[in-house]
Nanobody, 124 residues
């Protein structure tokens, strides 16, 4: 499957932004999906996860209550609605696909496919 993330940009603190991830190839309900983010010099970190059916969602504590992950299996897209953005949310955001999850959804080792990343910059 190929993943294409888009929707990043430059916003001010408190603003909202919606990221999307378009999937092509073997898609639909075949994959659990997640968003990760990475800042220069740091490891890629987990943000949010959604099950194949979309009924189960998990969030990192740092974004809980502000970010919402969703998916439209008919359109093969996964979205991340980000509200009340903070400067510390600045990062390159990646979408990722996992057939199954072993251990924790936080582990990058679960994810076979990655999008190219989209940059989100939040100014103070």
């Amino acid at each position: 499957v190929q993943l294409q993330a888009y929707g990043g940009g430059l916003v001010q603190a408190g603003d909202s932004l919606n990221l999307s991830c378009a999937a092509s190839g073997r898609t639909g309900t075949d994959y659990n999906m997640a968003w990760f983010r990475q800042v220069p010099g740091k490891e890629r970190s987990y943000v949010a996860w959604i099950s194949k059916s979309g009924t189960t969602k998990y969030y990192d504590d740092s974004v809980k209550g502000r970010f919402t992950i969703s998916r439209d299996n008919a359109k093969n897209t996964v979205s991340l609605q980000m509200n009340s953005l903070k400067p510390e949310d600045t990062a390159v955001y990646y979408c990722a696909a996992a057939v199954d999850v072993y251990g924790t959804v936080r582990s990058v080792r679960n994810y076979l496919y990655w999008g190219q990343g989209t940059l989100v910059t939040v100014s103070s």
